[in-house]
């Protein structure tokens, strides 16, 4: 079974902290990804990466950094936190499109991130 | 920015009503799953459909990809207390490896 940990499932930080969310999956996948989840927007893309070093921005990477160094490892960073980036991040991890099709995501148990 | 839209956001019923939920955008995708989150924790995979008009059966869960592959609909048979959770669609695009997830409805059964 695909196996992907997030560090930490709750997290309390203050406003100004840089803020590290460590992910890690053990099926040699590809891709990597971070989302961030808010009641009635679904799941939103921050930053997704195709290989080491690689990262590519989502749909709401403004505050936000990322750092793939090894390929089972994908970090969030939130340079300087704010109380409007309180949310729940999921990392999922995804091998490449098979043809036309999307491979499957899978997540971790997420990170519950209160910034006071 | 492409959107998912679900319908409705919040749904609690009885055990053994059925049910569907509606997933609409007005961009065409490669691909569509359905995912199911229950409390705690990640989004799991449900069901991939990939041709226009495909339907696709996991025991009482019916899957119907929309002809021209705009929306999607996830329609429960004799709805069971084990169906709660929240359920979220998911656009592939063409040519690239993201998903763009729908709003998301919580569904609530109610023994």
């Known amino acids: 079974d695909v196996k992907v940990t997030q560090s930490s499932r709750y997290l309390v930080k203050r406003t100004g902290e840089k803020v590290f969310l460590e992910c890690v999956q053990d099926m040699d996948h590809e891709n990597m990804f971070w989302y961030r989840q808010d009641p009635g927007l679904g799941l939103r893309l921050i930053y997704f990466s195709y290989d080491v070093k690689m990262k590519e921005k989502g749909d709401i990477p403004e505050g936000y950094s990322v750092s793939r160094e090894k390929k089972e490892r994908f970090s969030l960073i939130l340079e300087s936190a704010s109380t409007n980036q309180t949310s729940m991040y999921l990392c999922a991890s995804s091998l490449p499109k098979d043809g036309v099709s999307n491979q499957p995501q899978h997540f971790g148990d997420g990170t519950r991130l209160s910034i006071l | 920015t492409q959107l998912l839209e679900q319908s409705p956001q919040f749904l609690s019923i009885q055990e053994g009503e059925n049910l569907t939920v509606y997933c609409n955008s007005s961009s065409v995708f490669s691909s569509l799953q359905w995912y199911r989150q229950e409390p705690g924790e990640g989004p799991v995979l449900l069901v991939t459909?990939?041709?226009?008009?495909e339907v696709k059966k996991l025991k009482r869960l019916t899957f119907q990809f929309g002809d021209a592959r705009k929306d999607s609909s996830l329609h429960i048979t004799a709805a069971q207390p084990g169906d709660t959770g929240l359920y979220l669609c998911?656009?592939?695009?063409?040519?690239?490896?993201?998903?763009?997830f729908g709003t998301g409805t919580r569904l609530t059964i109610i023994p």
């Open positions: 459909v990939v041709t226009g008009g």
């Open positions: 998911a656009g592939a695009n063409f040519g690239n490896e993201k998903l763009t």
